[in-house]
């Protein structure tokens, strides 16, 4: 499943690498952060513990770690995809979730503060997109139960 979303070729030459570690802001900052752990864990098919860890949702995406690599890797691509199959799992902070349900709901992560915009002589902001999400929404669900009801009719 996470070999869906992992180079483990790549990953493996980042596990040995490492320089990355000394500029990686959350490592530098955030007490018990080293997603080496996480990768060394990958590799080791071990890495269902580290799905319920705060620590994969604390990369910054700051692309430090790609910067820096030769290979243009980076141990944040290792963050991104456990987030993304913690997220599938319906494991995430509960900012996640207020945050994806404030866009469904608007088109937008936040409102605009329409007092302050007017205050600094700025234009209202273009329209949200929300309708077209929508039914972009709407439409991969309704694949996905096709997708459900096909897999459980072969069965």
Not at 44 to 61: N, P, R, T, V
Not at 120 to 141: H, Q, R, T, V
Request: proline residues 4%; charged residues 30%; contains cysteine.
């Amino acid at each position: 499943m996470i070999e869906e979303h992992l180079d483990f070729n790549l990953l493996r030459k980042c596990a040995d690498c490492g320089a990355c570690y000394n500029v990686c802001p959350s490592c530098l900052y955030i007490e018990g952060y080293d997603p080496r752990a996480v990768i060394k864990d990958i590799l080791k098919g071990d890495f269902e513990k580290w799905l319920h860890s705060e620590h994969i949702w604390q990369c910054l995406e700051c692309h430090q770690c790609l910067e820096l690599c030769y290979q243009h890797y980076g141990f944040e691509n290792a963050m991104t995809a456990m987030r993304l199959l913690a997220t599938k799992k319906g494991i995430h902070p509960a900012q996640v979730k207020r945050g994806w349900d404030m866009f469904v709901k608007t088109g937008r992560l936040g409102e605009p503060a329409m007092g302050q915009r007017k205050r600094l002589g700025l234009p209202e902001p273009k329209k949200s997109g929300k309708e077209e999400f929508l039914k972009l929404l709407a439409i991969y669900k309704e694949r996905k139960a096709q997708e459900k009801n096909r897999g459980e009719a072969e069965l």
